[in-house]
């Protein structure tokens, strides 16, 4: 009899989600919730490639967001729904269903592409000077965007509710939820299988040290663009979602406030940790929605618990290790062997 694997623990928590919500058995606040929670886990651990595992410190995750989170929802808009702007819709509202995997993934592509603004610089440059580099990129993005007066400029952007809608027209589900379900074990799935790889041991190398790692025949420049590339893929792909959660995006979303929320959950999950990214993500998405009461007050409470986490654990809640080096009687639960009679 085999074991439960993570793939299929997955899979289950994630149909009971989506029958919770499709049976209104969990409101429209909590599937919100559910949902940023997944798209937190994606820019965390996109992001934790390039600080945790590479060792780079960049600070300008969000600018790859917004690249992804622009192109998907423009793609979709000027596809399958009618607007002011665009006009008729090119396609049937009804492929929707279908092809939104490809406009969210042509986001991620274009994201990627904006990472080489990051990967090319740095070949030359560490450290302070690269998370420059990152945040003058942000902002780059971010002035771009706003200067576009055809996709709204400052004013933001709309139309993505009815690209949802005409999904759930066809068949009625969450798709939001679904595609963030989707996305999530597809990010984790393919992180784990690219730091457990030749090249992801490259990128560790170039962390511990660059110079022995080009010594030991490491193409370095190689390696920093795949895992840029990635990495500003992956954060689109999370942007694309957020877009379609909210139904409205706007530049002012995707400042360097932004980036540095996703900085802190790398840094509070731990460096080089998937596991760690994943909870960083689930415990900051929802401490921050426990204190939204408190409003301008919870952005004095949440600091000083993260001050007080780096002063008595500066390593973060895993470190560099996974959940299953802490807890090793998890690895039973998450096991393709045979159980012996």
Excluded at 8 to 17: E, K
Excluded at 21 to 28: F, M, S
Excluded at 119 to 139: E, H, Q, W
Excluded at 171 to 185: A, E, F, S
Aim: aromatic share 10%; charged share 10%.
């Amino acid at each position: 009899m085999r074991r439960f694997t993570s793939a299929a623990s997955y899979s289950l928590l994630c149909i009971l989600l989506i029958a919770a919500a499709h049976g209104d058995w969990i409101n429209a606040y909590i599937q919100i919730v559910i949902m940023f929670i997944g798209i937190n886990i994606i820019l965390s651990s996109s992001l934790n490639l390039i600080n945790g595992y590479m060792g780079e410190f960049s600070v300008g995750h969000a600018g790859f967001m917004a690249v992804g989170a622009y192109i998907t929802s423009v793609l979709n808009v000027w596809l399958f729904t009618s607007s002011q702007v665009f006009g008729p819709a090119l396609l049937s509202p009804s492929s929707a269903i279908l092809l939104f995997p490809v406009t969210l993934l042509a986001g991620g592509v274009g994201a990627a592409l904006a990472g080489l603004l990051v990967a090319v610089p740095s070949f030359r440059t560490r450290g302070d000077y690269l998370a420059i580099i990152t945040l003058a990129v942000n902002y780059i993005v971010k002035s771009s965007i706003e200067n576009m007066q055809v996709i709204g400029g400052a004013r933001g952007f709309m139309g993505m509710r009815g690209v949802v809608n005409s999904m759930q027209d066809v068949v009625n589900l969450p798709w939001t939820l679904v595609w963030v379900c989707t996305c999530v074990g597809a990010t984790i799935w393919i992180l784990y299988r690219f730091v457990n790889s030749t090249y992801g041991k490259g990128i560790i190398a170039i962390r511990d040290d660059e110079i022995a790692a080009e010594i030991m025949s490491v193409d370095t420049q190689r390696m920093k663009m795949i895992a840029f590339m990635l990495s500003s893929g992956l954060a689109g792909i999370a942007g694309g979602l957020f877009a379609h959660v909210l139904g409205y995006i706007n530049p002012g979303t995707f400042t360097i406030m932004k980036s540095t929320e996703v900085l802190v959950m790398v840094y509070l999950g731990g460096m080089g940790s998937l596991s760690g990214s994943v909870i960083s993500a689930i415990g900051l998405t929802l401490i921050l929605e426990l204190f939204r009461p408190l409003q301008v007050a919870k952005w004095v409470i949440v600091p000083l618990l993260l001050i007080l986490l780096m002063l008595f654990r500066p390593e973060g809640i895993l470190g560099n290790r996974e959940l299953t080096d802490v807890f090793p009687r998890l690895r039973r639960w998450f096991s393709l062997q045979e159980r012996q009679p």
